[in-house]
């Protein structure tokens, strides 16, 4: 694996590296120093030795802890939106590019309910999930996350700080429960006529790309100045397209209700396959259907602002 940096990664640099005993270290600090006390006052020379060569683990075993963190490259993955009040899956990176494994290394953020724990092994990846809690629609960035370490006997901890640049969009939390979807509209368009059977055209509507010629209604045509026409047939006239209006909302309510609404409104619009448009304050979505455009309303209700 190459020891080159990639794009968007943080390597994390020795003098980065914060360095100080464990609670288990306090406490083999205080029993060395009772030793060496014990050595000095009974003057054993065996004692003496003992305590100076533990001593020398520990400063061995403190260079192995800083180098377990040293040269590690972070870097974050794209997250995928969520609702607000749902955990935010944020997925991070850790590379190894050196020749020995990162052991027992542990991942700390605000909001974690507990530290996530993971070994990076020589020359590879390792990929951490993180959930973290979201509370209000928009962009929310990652935090600031701690990465620790108390390798190889646990009486020093090490720790590196890193502030990822992904963040994740957070929707606005659907109303639960909600009114039903505002009516849909009768199928707009000059000459509307009624059919007598399935198939047969009983509307007009404005061409879109992608129609085909036959359904061109040629007679219409010629007697309008907007242009071609294409004929709707009965299912198409049926279904018409849904609005869902700010405007058409109750004047009592907020504009984070209105927006828990309008996202309510958008995920049934989705699942029953119909064509919805989306009207806010400075803003027209227009109608469509489909994912894409379930996505695009809802990244319009998570970042509109007045």
């Known amino acids: 694996m190459s020891a080159l940096a990639q794009p968007g990664e943080h390597r994390i640099a020795r003098r980065n590296v914060a ?25 054993i020379t065996l004692g003496y030795a003992l305590t100076f060569l533990i001593f020398g683990v520990a400063i061995v075993a403190l260079l192995h802890t800083v180098r377990n963190l040293s040269m590690l490259a972070l870097r974050g993955a794209r997250a995928e939106p969520v609702f607000a009040g749902q955990h935010a899956e944020f997925t991070l990176i850790a590379r190894n590019a050196s ?20 070994d990076v092994p020589a020359g590879a990846e390792q990929f951490v999930s993180v959930a973290l809690p979201t509370e ?27 502030q990822p640049a992904q963040r994740v969009l957070v929707f ?29 055209p009983i509307a007009l509507r404005p061409y ?4 085909p010629p036959q359904r061109i209604a040629w007679k219409a045509v010629a007697r309008s100045a907007s242009g071609y026409l294409v004929t709707l047939q009965r299912g198409e006239a049926e279904l018409g397209e ?20 309008l996202a309510r409104w958008t995920i049934d619009a989705d699942a029953s396959g119909s064509r919805f448009a989306l009207r ?23 970042t509109w602002s007045r």
Request: hydrophobic content about 45%.
């Open 19 to 43: 360095v100080g005993p464990s609670a288990a270290g306090a406490l083999f600090g205080a029993a060395l120093l009772a030793m060496l006390v014990a050595a000095v006052n009974y003057r």
């Open 99 to 118: 020749s020995f494994e990162r052991y027992a290394l542990a991942l700390h953020a605000p909001g974690m309910a507990q530290p996530e724990h993971f």
């Open 136 to 162: 209000k629609r928009g962009w929310m960035p990652m935090p600031r996350f701690a990465l620790t370490t108390t390798f190889p006997i646990g009486i020093w901890r090490a720790r590196a700080l890193w």
């Open 172 to 200: 606005p939390a659907p109303e639960t429960p909600a009114p039903p979807l505002p009516a849909r509209s009768a199928a707009q368009g000059e000459g509307a006529r009624s059919g007598n059977g399935h198939g047969d």
């Open 208 to 211: 879109a790309d992608g129609d």
């Open 242 to 261: 849904t609005t869902l209006d700010w405007y058409e909302l109750p004047a009592s309510m907020d504009d984070e209700a209105r927006l828990s609404r």
């Open 280 to 302: 806010l304050p400075g803003m027209l979505v227009e109608a469509d259907s489909g994912p894409a455009h379930r996505l695009r309303c809802l990244e319009a209700l998570a």
